[in-house]
């Protein structure tokens, strides 16, 4: 009996012996090609492909091994792991080898966006990842890594165990490659004492030579194998016609030992073998300790994917693949598991802790209807778990995507400090040319090592890292205190806020509304007019719609409900005209006129039968504990604050007294709310924080946005920002943080340029000795990054 090729599907020839194991069974294959690509597979982890995999794999072609695996992230299946759908684009996080300064994130993203249907690219070069946007109907993913791949740098896509498994890799190999450095830098600097110190008194020739020779062969495999780095991204720059930090550093070493290896054959000169082992080491101990504050500064997103559970149980006790799991599926979760998916709970009650996501240490009780999130822990109560979001789109992974698109977006000053380094680089190669030209002429056997002095100390590393570094840090302190950046100049903007526009509902109060008051005009009952307007709000997603919603019938009453935001809502029962909203948009103009003013001030909710009113709603919404305290701590800091709300009635009024705000627009349409901002001073920057539907196209119009985390979607997706929690007062505290990183920022562009200044002519005058030079650029780049992990700590 003919078998089939467990890849492609194709019949297996008679005596064909490919096979590979796949789930713990070893299978049948037809050709090379298809081992091949089988075991790629498997090798990369990607063995669910099988799993879940919903038709045989196109027929294999024998191309090389490396191109083979990038194929394999075109199939569907296996991109639903890690790629989102944004409309007709795509859009993956991935994780890159190899970079290390701003010229590398900058020759990625320059050779990326030539290519046909990439929408954008932009490389964080503190986290080691990418976020890639493109048009698969012109470009397939396999072709955009491999472009990256051609350029020297590896890139995948981003998964928190593999990203850290590289990580633990690579600083392997860096370890590796110092401890070389610093063994042979112990040896040569031995031996370069006895050379120039003439230790042991009258050296002949001959032993001179010797020591030469055994400093060549120490200081070989630093140059050959420690060093290799930098001359791999050197090799990078000026391929792609661009200038990178380790352009300057590789000719200072290659001009030093082939200046050595010419002084030690031919018996004449200088050499600087004990530099070039210096120079490596100290370069490789700085590059490694940066690595570790960036992994440290860059570890807080990355780590939330993996309070993800791996499994996830289903109702019949089976267990399966969290991430395979699909909307609709529904989970059984235990006491103390984490919960693998965004779901709504249909049974049981427990207390989640959700302090990952908002800082909250307390748990919070949850109950049937209530949204939960994955990563978050089960507290004591048996629940089960219908999912409503898969991986990709479920709110911890947007929180990663989000944080990555924050860090990449780079304020003004960074974008001009990248500019800057990579046309100082340029300078630094004049500059040295010029150095050496007129010292080979005053003192040519000093001309080499002061050209290398300048090539090394004046390297712009420190200037690339500057802004960087403290942007990762400063958003991670944020997704700590629970508030979550959707644009790259949130913080910019935050220093400059000088007027908090605020909405009253869910914002400053606590959106849980109830109802205290029912006031009848008709025959019908309280009860009946309390079902007809709690079916009508059944269509309005807004806190006031939840107030009516105990009083629901089973099934709606209405068929066909229309939605005017910011009004109210209107609907047709029994050939009837149904409205329920403001009293301006429920009650017809006649009624209107006749009404008490007292009375319409009073009641918040009005429902109508064709303009008459059928009953009125008393509403009462309690005050936020912080509401009061934000707003005083805001205006101690000289920032204005308006309340602006679409609530006409008294209880506005009432709320803007208690919290003594310094002005009230009432009874604004999300229209009218949009034209007040408009309506601010130039000079006016606002920050402008609300939840609700009717909030949308201010947040999105505003300077600066807050959308509330228990606020509609809409809010959210047109907000700046996102409060996870429900404490105000932690925008002070983002402020802070804003002002703080600035303040950052600027003291590390001003150390990486003031050392700049003052290093450069003291090494082309020639004060600076090589080793000097090497301790100083390390030293510079390291108290950069440390400067910037003290906004780690900005968090509580």
Request: proline content about 3%.
């Amino acid at each position: 009996m003919t078998k089939d090729c467990y890849h492609c599907g194709d019949p297996v020839p008679q005596g064909c012996c490919h096979q590979v194991e796949i789930l713990g069974e070893m299978r049948e294959m037809c050709c090379p090609g298809c081992e091949a690509v089988a075991t790629t597979i498997v090798e990369s982890g990607l063995t669910s492909y099988y799993q879940y995999r919903t038709a045989p794999a196109e027929k294999a072609d024998l191309v090389p091994q490396q191109l083979q695996s990038l194929l394999l992230y075109d199939h569907d299946e296996i991109q639903q792991d890690f790629v989102r759908n944004t409309g007709n684009d795509k859009e993956a996080t991935l994780s890159l080898d190899g970079v290390s300064c701003a010229a590398c994130a900058w020759l990625i993203e320059k050779q990326l966006m030539r290519e046909d249907g990439v929408r954008s690219i932009r490389v964080n070069t503190t986290t080691h990842r990418a976020l890639l946007s493109w048009d698969p109907k012109q470009a397939k993913l396999s072709h955009l890594l491999s472009v990256i791949h051609r350029l020297g740098y590896k890139a995948a896509p981003f998964e928190a165990d593999a990203h850290e498994q590289m990580y633990h890799q690579t600083m392997k190999t860096y370890l590796y490659r110092l401890g070389i450095a610093g063994i042979a830098t112990m040896q040569v600097m031995m031996l370069a004492v006895a050379l120039y110190f003439e230790i042991f008194g009258d050296l002949d020739a001959e032993f001179k030579s010797y020591l030469r020779w055994v400093s060549l062969i120490f200081a070989t495999p630093v140059l050959l194998y420690s060093a290799l780095p930098f001359y791999l991204n050197a090799w990078r720059n000026l391929r792609a016609k661009t200038l990178g930090m380790d352009v300057p550093v590789s000719i200072a070493l290659l001009f030093a030992y082939v200046a050595s290896l010419y002084a030690t054959v031919m018996e004449k000169g200088e050499v600087f073998f004990e530099s070039i082992a210096m120079f490596t080491f100290f370069l490789l101990l700085g590059r490694f300790l940066e690595m570790r504050a960036r992994r440290h500064a860059a570890a807080a997103s990355a780590n939330l994917l993996k309070l993800v559970p791996a499994m996830a149980t289903l109702e019949d006790g089976s267990q399966i693949a969290a991430k395979t799991l699909k909307i609709g599926d529904t989970v059984t979760i235990l006491p103390g598991e984490s919960l693998p998916a965004d779901g709504v709970i249909t049974a049981g009650q427990t207390a989640i802790d959700e302090s990952m996501l908002t800082g909250e240490p307390m748990p919070v009780v949850r109950h049937i209807g209530d949204t939960v999130y994955a990563g978050t822990i089960n507290g004591e109560g048996n629940i089960t778990l219908k999912v409503i979001q898969d991986r990709q789109n479920s709110l911890i992974s947007n929180i990663v995507r989000l944080q990555d698109e924050a860090q990449v977006s780079k304020p003004k000053v960074a974008e001009v400090a990248d500019i800057v380094a990579r046309y100082f680089v340029a300078a630094i190669l004049i500059i040295s040319a010029g150095t050496w030209l007129y010292w080979h002429q005053q003192k040519p056997d000093d001309a080499l090592w002061i050209t290398l002095a300048v090539l090394v100390a004046t390297c712009p590393c420190a200037l690339s890292l500057a802004t960087p570094t403290a942007l990762t840090c400063s958003t991670s302190s944020l997704g700590r205190l629970g508030i979550l950046l959707r644009r790259g100049h949130v913080l910019e903007t935050l220093c400059n806020v000088n007027q908090l526009v605020i909405d009253k509902t869910g914002t400053v109060t606590e959106g849980n509304i109830r109802i205290v008051e029912t006031l009848v005009f008709t025959h019908h009952s309280k009860e009946y007019v309390t079902q007809l307007a709690a079916e009508l709000e059944r269509f309005a997603n807004h806190p006031i719609a939840k107030a009516f919603a105990t009083f629901r019938a089973e099934s709606p009453l209405f068929s066909h409900v229309e939605n005017d935001i910011g009004s109210g809502l209107v609907g047709a029962l029994n050939e009837q005209q149904w409205k329920i909203g403001k009293v301006s948009f429920a009650l017809d103009t006649e009624t209107l006129d006749t009404l008490n003013l007292t009375e319409a001030e009073q009641f918040q909710v009005w429902l109508s039968c064709n303009g008459s009113p059928v009953a009125a709603f008393k509403l009462d919404d309690p005050i936020r504990e912080d509401s009061a305290e934000l707003i005083k701590q805001f205006q101690a800091a000289g920032i204005k604050v308006t309340m602006l709300t679409g609530d006409h009635s008294t209880a506005a009024q009432t709320v803007a007294e208690k919290l003594n705000v310094d002005n009230l627009i009432a009874g604004a349409s999300p229209k009218g709310k949009l034209e007040y901002l408009r309506s601010l001073d130039d000079r006016d920057v606002a920050l402008m924080v609300g939840d609700g539907v009717n909030d949308a196209p201010v947040l999105a119009g505003a300077h600066l946005s807050v959308a509330m985390g228990g606020g509609t979607d809409v809010a959210k997706s047109s907000a700046d920002m996102v409060l996870l929690g429900d404490q105000l007062s932690r925008l002070l505290k983002a402020r802070q943080l804003a002002l703080k990183t600035r303040k950052i920022i600027r003291e590390n562009l001003a150390w990486a340029l003031g050392y700049n200044l003052i290093i450069l002519p003291l090494a082309v005058a020639g004060f600076v000795a090589p080793y000097i030079a090497v301790v100083g650029m390390s030293a510079s780049s390291i108290i950069v990054v440390s400067n910037s992990l003290r906004l780690l700590k900005e968090h509580g």
